[in-house]
T-cell receptor, first 113, second 114 residues
Framework: DGGITQSPKYLFRKEGQNVTLSCEQN?????MYWYRQDPGQGLRLIYY???????QKGDIAEGYSVSREKKESFPLTVTSAQKNPTAFYLC????????????FGQGTRLTVV | GESVGLHLPTLSVQEGDNSIINCAYS??????FIWYKQESGKGPQFIID?????DKRQGQRVTVLLNKTVKHLSLQIAATQPGDSAVYFC?????????????FGKGTMLLVSP
């Protein structure tokens, strides 16, 4: 089955620790995205990547980092510099950027303890 | 599940009613728009899309209307069912630093009573 998979579904982090969220897609999509969702708010763009080995900052990139070494993978690292990391993180992919539907994973809920 | 519905505008309807969810977008240069449905604790699912050269598009039980003059988008759901209860987001395709990405609205929660 084609799709986009995020793992883990729930993640707990101690303050000061870096954590990495996984996102894998087998849709052969070029573009991948990371969004953050907080209660009562829409999705805010963290980072996006149009092709392998290339990525761009979104609206709220501070405290996050990404890599795009393979077409199917776009991991997101939440660093200790992110002051309020507790949120629901959504990964998406699309055939290209702009003018095409984005397919979403099921999300990772990150909680700082 | 995720409490993504906190503080969101809410539309409450009875089963069988028609629902209309509205969205104002910000960028007059946006040329592509999508409606997504998000159930609690899950990722958004595509419902329907429309390009700026159209003003109406229909799917199964859903219709999207686009008014570029006032930068307004609406989603109409016919014969609303309890399974339609979710948060609905509109998104616009926005040009950003040489690339296009999707910018999402804050969402509307739809509650359908049996």
């Amino acid at each position: 089955d084609g799709g986009i998979t995020q793992s883990p579904k729930y993640l707990f982090r101690k303050e000061g620790q870096n954590v990495t969220l996984s996102c894998e897609q087998n849709l052969n999509h070029d573009a991948m995205y990371w969004y953050r969702q907080d209660p009562g708010q829409g999705l805010r763009l963290i980072y996006y990547s149009q092709i392998v080995n290339d990525f761009q900052k979104g609206d709220i990139a501070e405290g996050y980092s990404v890599s795009r070494e393979k077409k199917e993978s776009f991991p997101l690292t939440v660093t200790s510099a992110q002051k309020n990391p507790t949120a629901f993180y959504l990964c998406a992919s699309s055939i290209g950027t702009g003018g095409t539907e984005a397919f979403f994973g099921q999300g990772t809920r990150l909680t700082v303890v | 599940g995720e409490s993504v519905g906190l503080h969101l505008p809410t539309l409450s309807v009875q089963e069988g009613d028609n629902s209309i969810i509205n969205c104002a977008y910000s960028n007059s240069a946006s040329d592509y728009f999508i409606w997504y449905k998000q159930e609690s604790g899950k990722g958004p699912q595509f419902i329907i899309d429309i390009r700026s050269n159209m003003d109406k598009r229909q799917g199964q039980r859903v219709t999207v209307l686009l008014n570029k003059t006032v930068k307004h988008l609406s989603l109409q759901i016919a014969a609303t069912q309890p399974g339609d209860s979710a948060v609905y987001f509109c998104a616009e395709s926005t040009f950003y630093s040489g690339y296009s990405t999707l910018t999402f609205g804050k969402g509307t929660m739809l509650l359908v009573s049996p």
